[in-house]
């Protein structure tokens, strides 16, 4: 089986991808019948959309909260979602993404200057400070600062606009945070998250948040998007290729607002980041998740790897710490052909409850190793009868899917381990999804796969199921009065051993509500 450590190369997994699957569809067919599935959903099944906000009670805090985030927040208004396009060499990238591409040369034609760190008196040793090294080499931009081997300790990175920071290769080039850092320190960040900045292209290194300077520390991170390996908040064209985050308090990378957005569901931030490109990250020890969205626009993340978070940012087994996370108010974000092992959630695609949901969420190809919920789809505070119906959680896609063998985690210890959960969300379709447990391994009687809460507009297509020896039915669409409505299954298929648990396929047959 397969065990996706910190060493893993994501730059493999669509050969992976590829051999797990058989290759069951070329990719290019297999995205396109993807999309038309989701188009026939969405025209048979028209979203329900609340018309009003129901008044909600809560302490004065609560609504004091809310009042100070709805200062610095603006209405959530559906986007256009993207198109995705499979060139003849199988590469997978949004429409916009030429747009991304001609910024890129803008950033090099504004490149004035290119400088080596060295010779503004960094060393490279692990032991002196490179602080005001780095300040000194990056300037007020327009700049390509070149970091060689070595390990470089800062107290924090600020890159203004139009810069190019470039190192040696992930493990060669280690920039660490000085043992004095406070807490709540970011590692790397834009340097203007109130004006917020442009054009930074990062490339070929290694972010060490230093854990081990905060000790036995219970809770590792501060508030808001601090805390972090790299946080980019109020960006519009920003790249980060073939970068590591190691032992974040916080997240290992964070595509994000100015503020975190509590203002309550219809609501979003201002001064979110737009158009990021996240290739080949690798991110391990993250204390909450190891890639996480908020409240920004055009994200394209691809080839890359999470593993073995602490959860260290949350009370002890209760730690909803993902792989990748896609979370409060992101809008048109794809997922390429990346990985996560041992989380709690693999993907999980979610908004908090006093904020909006993601949507226009689109995934492909995926491998999940013995993450906890392999696929996680939910907006929380949103799924029982008497809550407030979401009037944002809408459109998700995803082809290419692979669960393998998802546990039982210390990180969340009340959390059965599922291949898939679809909750309150509304136009979900997932097309070609593989489901392989450990015939070895206590299910104890759990599905594998749950539909509930409020979920609608759901098509399954092609789904596989094998080795779940002690597991319950594949696929649950759960009943009751908070029950989804619309839910299509079809093409299912499970090994022997699977059937023998289940008693036959009458878990299998379509539903439709």
Same mark, same amino acid.
Request: charged share 20%.
């Given at each position: 089986?397969?065990?996706?450590?910190?060493?893993?190369?994501?730059?493999? *997994?669509?050969?992976?991808?590829?051999?797990?699957?058989?290759?069951?569809?070329?990719?290019?067919?297999?995205?396109?019948?993807?999309?038309?599935?989701?188009? #026939?959903?969405?025209?048979?099944?028209?979203?329900?959309?609340?018309?009003?906000?129901?008044?909600?009670? +809560? @302490?004065?805090? =609560?609504?004091?909260?809310?009042?100070?985030?709805?200062?610095?927040?603006?209405? &959530?208004?559906?986007?256009?979602?993207?198109?995705?396009?499979?060139?003849? =060499? =199988?590469?997978?990238?949004?429409?916009?993404? =030429?747009?991304?591409?001609?910024?890129?040369?803008?950033?090099?034609?504004?490149?004035?200057?290119?400088?080596?760190?060295?010779?503004? +008196?960094?060393?490279?040793?692990?032991?002196?400070?490179?602080?005001?090294?780095?300040?000194?080499?990056?300037?007020?931009?327009?700049?390509?600062?070149?970091?060689?081997?070595?390990?470089?300790?800062?107290?924090?990175?600020?890159?203004?606009?139009?810069?190019?920071?470039?190192?040696?290769?992930?493990?060669?080039?280690?920039?660490?945070?000085?043992?004095?850092?406070?807490?709540?320190?970011?590692?790397?960040?834009?340097?203007?998250?109130?004006?917020?900045?442009?054009?930074?292209?990062?490339?070929?290194?290694?972010?060490?948040?230093?854990?081990?300077?905060?000790?036995?520390? !219970?809770?590792?991170?501060?508030?808001?998007?601090?805390?972090?390996?790299?946080?980019?908040?109020?960006?519009?064209?920003?790249?980060?290729?073939?970068?590591?985050?190691?032992?974040?308090?916080?997240?290992?990378?964070?595509?994000?607002?100015?503020?975190?957005?509590?203002?309550?569901?219809?609501?979003?931030?201002?001064?979110?980041?737009?158009?990021?490109?996240?290739?080949?990250?690798?991110?391990?020890?993250?204390?909450?998740?190891?890639?996480?969205? /908020?409240?920004?626009?055009?994200?394209?993340?691809?080839?890359?790897?999470?593993?073995?978070? @602490?959860?260290?940012?949350?009370?002890?087994?209760?730690?909803? @710490?993902?792989?990748?996370?896609?979370?409060?108010? @992101?809008?048109?974000?794809?997922?390429?052909?990346?990985?996560?092992?041992?989380?709690?959630?693999?993907?999980?695609?979610?908004?908090?409850? *006093?904020?909006? !949901?993601?949507?226009?969420?689109?995934?492909?190809?995926?491998?999940?190793?013995?993450? *906890?919920?392999?696929?996680?789809?939910?907006?929380?505070? /949103?799924?029982?009868?008497?809550?407030?119906?979401?009037?944002?959680?809408?459109?998700?896609?995803?082809?290419?899917?692979? &669960?393998?063998?998802?546990?039982?985690?210390?990180?969340?210890?009340?959390?059965?381990?599922? &291949?898939?959960?679809?909750?309150?969300?509304?136009?979900?379709?997932?097309?070609?999804?593989?489901?392989?447990?450990?015939?070895?391994?206590?299910?104890?009687?759990?599905?594998?796969?749950?539909?509930?809460?409020?979920?609608?507009?759901?098509?399954?297509?092609?789904?596989?199921?094998?080795?779940?020896?002690?597991?319950?039915?594949?696929?649950?669409?759960?009943?009751?009065?908070?029950?989804?409505?619309?839910?299509?299954? #079809?093409?299912?298929?499970?090994?022997?051993?699977?059937?023998?648990?289940?008693?036959?396929?009458?878990?299998?047959?379509?539903?439709?509500?």
């Amino acid at each position: 089986m397969l065990h996706f450590d910190r060493t893993h190369n994501p730059k493999n *997994n669509p050969e992976l991808i590829a051999e797990m699957t058989n290759n069951m569809l070329p990719l290019k067919k297999l995205v396109k019948e993807t999309e038309q599935l989701f188009e #026939q959903t969405c025209k048979n099944h028209q979203p329900d959309i609340p018309e009003r906000a129901t008044k909600r009670s +809560g @302490s004065l805090l =609560e609504k004091v909260m809310a009042w100070f985030f709805r200062i610095f927040a603006e209405l &959530s208004t559906p986007l256009p979602p993207s198109k995705t396009i499979v060139d003849m =060499e =199988e590469n997978i990238f949004p429409d916009w993404k =030429e747009k991304l591409d001609q910024e890129f040369n803008q950033l090099l034609n504004h490149i004035t200057l290119e400088v080596n760190v060295l010779d503004f +008196g960094a060393i490279g040793d692990g032991k002196t400070d490179c602080t005001a090294a780095f300040r000194k080499a990056i300037g007020n931009g327009r700049v390509k600062v070149v970091v060689p081997e070595g390990v470089f300790i800062t107290k924090g990175i600020r890159l203004p606009s139009w810069t190019y920071l470039i190192g040696a290769g992930k493990g060669k080039t280690i920039i660490k945070l000085h043992n004095q850092a406070s807490k709540g320190i970011r590692l790397v960040t834009n340097a203007n998250h109130w004006k917020g900045n442009h054009h930074l292209f990062i490339k070929g290194l290694s972010l060490d948040w230093n854990i081990k300077r905060l000790g036995n520390t !219970a809770k590792t991170s501060t508030w808001g998007n601090h805390s972090s390996c790299l946080t980019y908040a109020n960006v519009t064209y920003g790249w980060v290729h073939e970068v590591e985050g190691i032992n974040p308090g916080l997240h290992c990378f964070d595509i994000s607002s100015t503020l975190y957005n509590y203002a309550g569901d219809g609501f979003r931030a201002r001064g979110g980041s737009k158009y990021v490109w996240l290739n080949q990250v690798n991110g391990y020890g993250f204390g909450d998740d190891g890639v996480t969205t /908020h409240h920004s626009d055009y994200i394209l993340i691809t080839h890359s790897h999470m593993c073995d978070p @602490s959860g260290r940012s949350h009370q002890k087994g209760f730690s909803n @710490s993902n792989g990748i996370e896609i979370d409060d108010g @992101s809008r048109n974000v794809l997922l390429v052909q990346n990985s996560s092992a041992r989380c709690f959630g693999g993907i999980e695609i979610k908004a908090h409850e *006093n904020s909006s !949901a993601a949507s226009n969420v689109q995934i492909i190809g995926h491998i999940s190793v013995n993450d *906890n919920r392999s696929y996680n789809f939910r907006h929380i505070g /949103h799924h029982k009868s008497t809550d407030e119906q979401s009037k944002t959680a809408f459109n998700i896609s995803a082809c290419s899917l692979i &669960s393998i063998a998802p546990v039982y985690s210390d990180l969340y210890r009340d959390s059965a381990p599922r &291949s898939l959960v679809v909750s309150g969300y509304q136009n979900v379709v997932i097309n070609q999804f593989w489901a392989i447990g450990d015939p070895h391994y206590d299910f104890k009687n759990n599905p594998v796969v749950a539909i509930q809460y409020r979920a609608r507009n759901v098509l399954l297509n092609r789904f596989s199921f094998s080795e779940f020896l002690n597991a319950g039915p594949a696929i649950k669409v759960y009943g009751g009065i908070n029950r989804p409505d619309f839910v299509n299954i #079809q093409n299912v298929t499970t090994d022997d051993t699977f059937i023998k648990q289940v008693h036959g396929d009458r878990h299998l047959v379509p539903v439709m509500r």
